[in-house]
Each structure stands twice: as structure tokens, then as C-alpha cells.
């Protein structure tokens, strides 16, 4: 028997177990110590309890997704509206370095998940599900490639595959990134090069946050309605000329490039909305309710079958990255203290998130002593330049193997 859900209730339900999970979160202490968010744990619970009235009763519940994909348009034209370019110069050299090495990467995480699945005589979908896609990407950057899987692909599980994949990297790169660093540093004696904390080091760089008002809120809705709109326009020409990117990478685009253009226009006096707290809170909002009604319209009972293929794809990754952080990131980077607390972080960026790296570069930190360089370019590649990189990287894959 099934039943449908329409928009509403899909609503409802998403915000209901995004507070069901942060309830969860704050009574298991593994949960908030390895980064789950509380969106995914809420709607793992949602989906579990999907999986037994499937699994027991014989029901299929389905959601209307049609607000959900609205948000992830919103979440990545957030990202591209806090990018600018003017932080290309405080990151100089080792940032250039990092961005190169973190994009090669992406290729290599791609070679491994399609390899495996094609040793599985799997479809290579499954294998980039398994790789940059969720690894790299994140659950939100697996959910938007997921649906495209599943849509234009035919893999009619593949959202499923790559929550599940997004999940298991968000725990092993917390489990390995703080270990690893703490190897490297100890095995070549480094030590901090700074005598001030970490906190104050941020703190340094950190101003005092404007209000969050009405008149806020309404300049950055519509900065975002602006930047969504042309990003769509964008992906539809993009579309004709025969270049296939997701939509949501145009909307970054967009985003990315009228943030750095119409504050230069200063006669005009706009009131762009640069590092605005306002900016944050609706990208907090619509990647909390985007992930919480992802992760509750899993219909897990289709992963089954892909059980051992895909435990082999992931132990193969965080194999993957520990050999790279410590023979191309590391060495790539000088061998010195910043480069081992830069690999913790890459180490949880490439696996997991960028939440992750900071929990792993604040573990080594505490111990060992500051790095701000590690602060600095672990940030700016989290949060801008490996969505830009890993879509392209997928959209390559998708073409070599098509």
C-alpha cells in the first residue's frame, strides 16, 4: 500500500524531525562529537521508521520533494554570495597548492569508487556516488547528484547510495584526521610556529555581527531570488550550447560573480548583502530543512543488495586519503607543522565536510598549538572552491563514461 504525501505535510514532517535530531544529538555524545548534523540524524529516524512499516506492514510512503529542491538552489546561491575573490590574496601560495592538490584528489576518489563498482559489474554511477559525490561533496552535493542519477541515469536508488556513502565519510573522517596529524607530528618532531591561541587567532579576524532586521532579510532574499533566477537562465542557455552542469552549480555561479561585481559599483549604493549574518541564518534554514526531508524520503530498503561493494568502496577511500595527506599533502606543503594540521583537515574535507575538518583541526590544535594558515585555506577550499572543482570533475567522469 502507499501513500502520498504533498507538499505540506512533507514540510511539516522535515522541520519536526530536524528537531527530533537535535534532541538526539544533545543526549548522544558521538553524535556531536563526530559532526552528524542534526538534520541527517532526524531524518535517519524518519527513514529507518519508513523501512520497517515497508519492511513489516508492506507500505511505501512518498514525499512531494518539489520545495525541497527549491532550497537546494537557495543553500549553494548562499555559498556563492559569501565567496570574494579578495580572499584569493590572504591565502597566496599555500592555498594555490592546496586547491590544486584537493582537485587533483577528486579524480583520484572518482577512479576508485567506479573502479570497484565495475568490479562489481555495477553501473559507474554507483561508483561516482561512492566517490567525489558524496565524499568530497557532502550529503547535500550527494543528494542533488543523487536525484540527477536517478532521474537522467536511470539508478533509481542513487539517493539512497549516496546518503548512505555521505554518512559513513562523515564518521571516518573524523575518526582518521586528528590520529593522522598527530602521527605526522610527532614522527618529524614539529612544532607551532605561533605563540598565540587558536581562538584568539580567529578571533583577530573576526568583526562584531550586524543586526539580523527586517530590512536585512528582505535584501538578501532578494540578492538570492536575483542570483537564482539568473542561474536557471544560465543553466537553460548552458543547456543549448550542449553544456550540461546541475542547476544548482550555476546558481553558485551566479552568486559567486555578482558578489564580487555590483559592491564595486559604489555611485549605486547598493547595499550588497557581504558577510551578513541574515546571509547565514537562510542558508542555515534551507540546508537544514533540504537535508531533513532528504534523509526522511530515503527508501533504504534499495541498498540491500549493494551492502559489500559499497563497504569495499569506502574502506578503499579512507585508504585513499591517508595515503594522499601524508605523501602529497603533506610533502606538498613544506612537512612542516601547518601541513600536518592541514592534512587533519583535508583529511575531514575530503571524506566528510567542512564542519569536520574544523573538529579535526581543533583537536590537533589544542594539542599540539595554533595554525592559523590551516585556519585560513582549509575554510576558503571548504566552502567555495571544491564544489566548484568537484562538479566539474563529476560532469567529466559523466562524459568520459557516456
Not at 527513514?47 to 549553494?76: C, E, N, Q
Not at 569495499?312 to 601524508?326: D, H, S
Request: proline fraction near 4%; glycine fraction near 10%; charge should be neutral.
Amino acid at each position: 500500500m502507499e501513500f502520498q504525501l504533498h507538499s505540506r505535510e512533507t514540510i511539516l514532517l522535515g522541520i519536526a524531525f530536524l528537531f527530533a535530531g537535535r534532541w538526539i544529538n544533545q543526549r548522544i555524545p558521538f553524535l556531536n562529537y563526530y559532526n552528524i548534523p542534526e538534520p541527517v540524524t532526524g531524518g535517519l529516524i524518519a527513514s529507518t521508521l519508513a523501512l520497517m512499516l515497508h519492511a513489516w506492514g508492506g507500505y511505501t510512503i512518498h514525499f512531494d520533494l518539489t520545495v525541497r529542491d527549491a532550497l537546494l538552489l537557495v543553500f549553494f546561491t548562499t555559498i556563492g554570495l559569501s565567496a570574494r575573490f579578495t580572499d584569493l590574496k590572504r591565502g597566496g601560495k599555500p592555498l594555490l597548492l592546496l586547491l590544486m592538490m584537493a582537485s587533483g584528489y577528486l579524480f583520484i576518489q572518482n577512479l576508485i569508487g567506479v573502479g570497484i563498482a565495475m568490479a562489481y559489474s555495477l553501473p559507474a554511477e554507483v561508483g561516482l556516488l561512492g566517490g567525489s559525490v558524496s565524499m568530497s561533496g557532502g550529503h547535500g552535493t550527494a543528494i542533488a547528484w543523487g536525484e540527477i542519477f536517478r532521474q537522467d541515469y536511470g539508478l533509481a536508488n542513487a539517493p539512497e547510495i549516496g546518503i548512505a556513502c555521505a554518512t559513513f565519510g562523515l564518521v571516518s573522517g573524523g575518526l582518521i584526521g586528528g590520529p593522522l596529524a598527530a602521527w605526522l607530528i610527532r614522527r618529524h618532531q614539529l612544532k607551532s610556529a605561533e605563540i598565540r591561541t587558536a581562538q584568539n587567532q580567529q578571533n583577530d579576524a573576526e568583526e562584531s555581527p550586524a543586526a539580523i532586521t527586517t530590512e536585512s532579510f528582505f535584501g538578501v532574499a532578494l540578492a538570492v531570488c536575483v542570483s537564482v533566477g539568473i542561474g536557471i537562465v544560465l543553466h537553460n542557455w548552458l543547456l543549448k550550447v550542449g553544456v550540461r552542469l546541475p542547476t544548482f552549480v550555476t546558481c553558485l555561479f551566479t552568486g559567486i560573480i555578482l558578489n564580487n561585481s555590483l559592491p564595486a559599483f559604489h555611485k549605486l549604493n547598493l547595499r550588497w548583502p557581504r558577510e551578513n549574518p541574515t546571509l547565514n541564518l537562510i542558508s542555515d534554514i534551507s540546508l537544514g530543512l533540504f537535508l531533513s526531508m532528504s534523509m526522511m524520503s530515503l527508501q533504504l530498503w534499495t541498498l540491500a543488495s549493494l551492502a559489500l561493494p559499497l563497504m569495499l568502496m569506502m574502506l578503499a577511500q579512507i585508504v585513499g586519503v591517508g595515503l594522499y595527506v601524508v605523501l602529497m599533502i603533506f610533502r606538498g606543503l613544506g612537512k612542516n607543522y601547518d601541513a600536518a594540521v592541514i592534512g587533519a583537515g583535508i583529511a575531514g574535507l575530503t571524506l566528510g565536510a567542512t564542519p569536520t575538518a574544523f573538529v579535526n583541526m581543533n583537536a590537533v590544535t589544542r594539542s599540539f598549538g595554533p595554525s592559523p594558515m590551516a585556519f585560513l585555506v582549509i575554510p576558503l577550499i571548504g566552502a567555495f572552491f571544491i564544489d566548484i572543482a568537484n562538479a566539474l570533475c563529476i560532469q567529466l567522469f559523466l562524459d568520459w563514461l557516456h
